[in-house]
């Protein structure tokens, strides 16, 4: 990433990514449209949607982290010192099992509570029974889930993001296949789902960890310190920023699933989570983006190549526009397909009102899509450059504005009013994200040379 033309270098890059976070979504899609076309109650369809805010809880703490591992490593890989890249590597598996264990523990602990808080159980608990057989399997194998997302981004912090691909690719068509057989054969329900999706990333995350520390020992063969305080207090700084960023947007979700369920029943909260997961496919690819951008920023500042960060910017903001104006094209006049795309003729509940809540959820985000083409090239910059500050500024704004637009506009409008928090949360959320780039804090934080400075 430290020299060719930054446009070229960071699609080339992204690609494999994009189509890695897809997969990943794809886990979640297949359950959706296993329940939806293979189990005729809609209760396991209604909560397998309700409970995805809460899957993305624990996915983007395994993100955040893997994220704090792969800066600090791209740094020391862009300086050629693969000392600190094993011994970065070895800190943060032996961190990341910790974090799985300690969450995976929290996450049992919470769930009935968290769960019965945020299904509507007047017309009975069935929903509510599905969601909880679904949650405490995939709760109990979420170290699956930290270990590969932690591969993930060490691969991508040597510049390689096919490797993990391969893996996920297999695994993706494993879930589906096991998905099926457990439904279908095994005649289980929403815990068949979360089973089949448990085994496909297990698999996922052990042949990841065995090649990427084949491919670490290629570049340092000798054996070296496993545990660095140093480094761990590094990878901190910069992962829990990140983990609070997406787990303000996860929160944000299961609040707002909250809101939509009180204001428009759990069918409602289930045509919502249909559309959402379509639209949050879309929001990952920008997301993609950022991380991306950092790594390219990342490696290049520990080769002094400073002259290429804006490069690399401007690259991002094209590649920002084209997301985009693809995402409004595939996702806007096709709406009714997608939500119908995950439901039977012959499921048995309420499905007008699930198809005409997700079509209306579309309809009030996907045009504001455009306000990520701004803001997610400047958030790139700023995590590369280690603000971390300014990077998580935005997001947890975003997040207290929204679960508050939600509360107002929904005792208002009804819970149509509710799609309108998230433009509004993005809105804010990016003008903070100018404001933090404009503030020049990242240079300093990089040590960004003078000179360059009175250029741009």
Known sequence: MTSGNPFKVLLLFAIPMILSVTLQQLYNLADNFIAGHFISNLNSFEAVGIVYPVTVVFLDIAVGFGVGVGVVCARFFGAKDFVNVKKTATTGLISMLVLAIVTTIVGLAIMYPLLNSMIDTSNGNGCFNEAFSYMMIYVGGVIFLFLYNYAMYLFQSFGNSKTPLYFLIFSTILNVILDLLFVCLCHMDSAGLALGTVISEAIAAILSIVVLFKSINKLEPNKEKLFDRELLKSIISLATPSILQGCFISVGGVLITKILTD???????????????????????????????????????????????????????????????????????????????????????????????????????????????????????????????????????????????????????????????????????MFISIGMFFSGRWKRKCDYPKKLIKEN
């Not at 991002?316 to 996702?331: E, R």
């Not at 997610?376 to 450059?385: A, C, E, N, R, V």
């Open 263 to 429: 204001f428009g029943g759990n069918s409602v909260a289930g045509g919502y989570s249909a559309a959402y997961k379509i639209c949050y496919m879309a929001i990952n690819i920008f997301t993609v983006a950022c991380n991306a951008l950092s790594n390219f920023v990342s490696q290049n500042i520990g080769a002094s190549r400073y002259e290429r960060i804006m490069q690399g910017y401007k690259a991002t903001v094209i590649l920002c526009g084209i997301i985009c104006v693809v995402a409004m094209l595939i996702i806007l006049p096709f709406r009714q397909f997608w939500v119908e795309l995950f439901l039977s003729k012959d499921a048995k509940g309420d499905i007008d009102v699930i198809i005409n809540s997700g079509k209306l959820f579309m309809l009030c985000v996907v045009p504001f899509f455009v306000l990520m083409v701004v803001k997610i090239p400047l958030d790139g910059i700023l995590k590369g450059s280690a603000d971390m500050l300014g990077f998580s500024l935005g997001t947890s704004v975003d997040l207290v504005v929204r679960v508050i637009s939600a509360l107002v506009l929904g005792k208002i409008f009804g819970y149509e009013g509710v799609f309108f928090a998230w433009p509004i949360g993005w809105a804010i959320g």
